[in-house]
């Protein structure tokens, strides 16, 4: 079956590391976009990359570095710059060739910083 | 800049109809999609409005007005297993989805 994966489902990690969360795809879709969701808030857009080897930042950026070298894969990196970083953590995919508003998204990785 | 308002709850009994709305400004707008999210889970896509008027799919149903920055989510019919959190979505030209901050639905017998 066709899908994302995310992992690991649930991470904790001590302040001052950095963390890497894993995003893989078998869609074939172009896009592929991290989302950050905070309780009782709305999704917000961390990174999203279009194509292989290209990314661009999202509206909260700071903190977080991503790579596209595999159409497949999408990785993020949750650095110790980042200040806030617990959070529940959405990785997502678009087919490119469309007009269309519709994202398939992972199960989610939920990161707690102790 | 973009920006998303809905209601943050809203609660109706098993059987009635909600609607819930959306209103929005942004730049280089696309569409209006709506997604559902239950506690804990993934979003799940339910709709996606590029034009003006009413898309029904089953017991959902998702209106647009691009002239007025407004769009509605209307359920039918609600059952238990609605209860869940529901976000408005714009699509704009960059090829990015910007939610809202979503508007929780509980639903009782």
């Known amino acids: 079956d066709g899908g994302i994966t995310q992992s690991p489902k649930y991470l904790f990690r001590k302040e001052g590391q950095n963390v890497t969360l894993s995003c893989e795809q078998n869609?074939?879709?172009?896009?592929m976009y991290w989302y950050r969701q905070d309780p009782g808030q709305g999704l917000r857009l961390i990174y999203y990359?279009?194509?292989?080897?290209?990314?661009q930042k999202g509206d909260i950026a700071e903190g977080y570095s991503v790579s596209r070298e595999k159409k497949e894969s999408f990785p993020l990196t949750v650095t110790s710059a980042q200040k806030n970083p617990t959070a529940f953590y959405l990785c997502?995919?678009?087919?490119?060739?469309?007009?269309?508003?519709?994202?398939?998204f992972g199960e989610g990785s939920r990161l707690t910083v102790l | 800049g973009q920006s998303l308002e809905q209601p943050s709850e809203v609660t109706a009994v098993e059987g009635a109809i909600v609607q819930i709305n959306c209103t929005y400004q942004?730049?280089?707008?696309?569409?209006l999609s709506w997604y559902q999210q239950h506690d804990g889970g993934a979003p799940t896509f339910l709709s996606y409005?590029?034009?003006?008027g009413l898309e029904e799919t089953g017991r959902f149903s998702s209106f647009l007005s691009r002239s007025d920055s407004y769009g509605y989510l209307l359920l039918q019919e609600l059952q238990m297993k609605d209860s869940a959190s529901y976000f408005c979505?714009?699509?704009?030209?960059?090829?990015?989805?910007?939610f809202g901050k979503g508007t929780m639905l509980l639903v009782s017998p």
């Open positions: 990359s279009q194509i292989v080897n290209d990314f």
């Open positions: 979505a714009v699509l704009s030209g960059y090829s990015t989805l910007t």
């Open positions: 869609l074939n879709h172009d896009a």
């Open positions: 997502a995919s678009r087919s490119g060739g469309g007009d269309t508003g519709e994202l398939f």
């Open positions: 942004t730049s280089g707008f696309y569409g």
């Open positions: 409005n590029a034009l003006d």
